[in-house]
């Protein structure tokens, strides 16, 4: 199966490093114009140069800040002014991890505007053109914790549950557009974001962080991390004419790990 994204036009959050970075590697590849999307602009700098390019794609990054709402909304007003997007790939930075009985009110808020109304607003402007050309991707990555809940991110499993039912509840309404929406369960990868909650349940439980690793990888099936290329795969699948008829699902990559049917 060959996949073309060629003049397609996508924007990839947190496409920095890790997931994202993966992501728009693999889009750039298929033939997409990728926009990059964090707050590291040296970084991004770096990473739009080396994205594969052939023909007439045209590569560029945005700087914004996640965990500013209201910066964050000025910049996609700004953005959506002057650019149009096919392919959405919904993707943020983690919130800190910590217990139910850790958090507070003020937490709740920071992390619900973080992990939800950067995307929801995110999506609000990239539909209109969707919606005129009819055709449009919007692919939100979240956590196999919406399906079992992990005891020590209770902002992450609370906040990511709720863009799985607005992605369910969004996609039953694009559809007759030729849009789909799907949401992406996200397991343990090879990433930074993994190795510090490593670190802190590690120390949490006052084991070497080694061992505490060895356990982890022992509970997933395949006995091994995923690599970012593997998600860069799926997203750029749902991305194509290929994945036109699949829509409003929650698909896992997690080797295994999520054990509920």
Same mark, same amino acid.
């Given at each position: ?36 999307? %964090?707050?590291?602009?040296?970084? +991004?700098?770096?990473?739009? $140069? #080396?994205? *594969?390019?052939? !023909? ?24 959506? %002014?002057?650019?149009?997007?096919? +392919?959405?790939?919904?993707? $943020? #930075?983690? *919130?800190?991890? !910590? ?163």
């Amino acid at each position: 199966m060959q996949i073309s994204l060629t003049n397609k036009k996508a924007l990839v959050g947190a496409s920095s490093s890790g997931l994202g970075k993966a992501i728009a590697l693999q889009l750039a590849a298929s033939g997409a114009s990728v926009t990059l999307l %964090a707050r590291r602009e040296y970084t +991004l700098q770096q990473l739009v $140069t #080396s994205l *594969p390019c052939s !023909g007439n794609q045209q590569h560029q990054y945005l700087v914004a800040d996640f965990s500013d709402i209201d910066a964050y909304k000025n910049k996609m007003d700004d953005y959506f %002014a002057n650019n149009q997007v096919d +392919l959405l790939i919904n993707n $943020t #930075s983690g *919130p800190s991890p !910590g217990t139910a009985l850790e958090k507070k009110d003020a937490d709740y808020v920071t992390a619900f505007n973080l992990l939800f109304r950067t995307v929801q607003y995110t999506t609000e402007k990239a539909l209109p053109h969707m919606i005129a050309h009819r055709f449009g991707r919007i692919i939100n990555l979240t956590s196999r914790s919406v399906k079992e809940p992990i005891e020590a991110l209770a902002l992450s499993n609370t906040i990511r549950s709720a863009v799985v039912t607005w992605g369910k509840t969004l996609a039953t309404q694009v559809a007759k557009d030729n849009i789909t929406v799907n949401n992406i369960l996200t397991g343990n990868f090879e990433t930074d974001r993994i190795l510090e909650l490593y670190e802190r349940e590690a120390a949490a439980k006052g084991l070497p962080l080694e061992a505490y690793k060895e356990q982890a990888l022992e509970s997933i099936p395949m006995k091994r991390l995923g690599k970012p290329e593997e998600m860069g795969d799926l997203v750029t699948f749902l991305a194509s004419d290929q994945a036109a008829y699949i829509t409003g699902t929650s698909i896992a990559i997690d080797g295994g790990l999520i054990k509920s049917v």
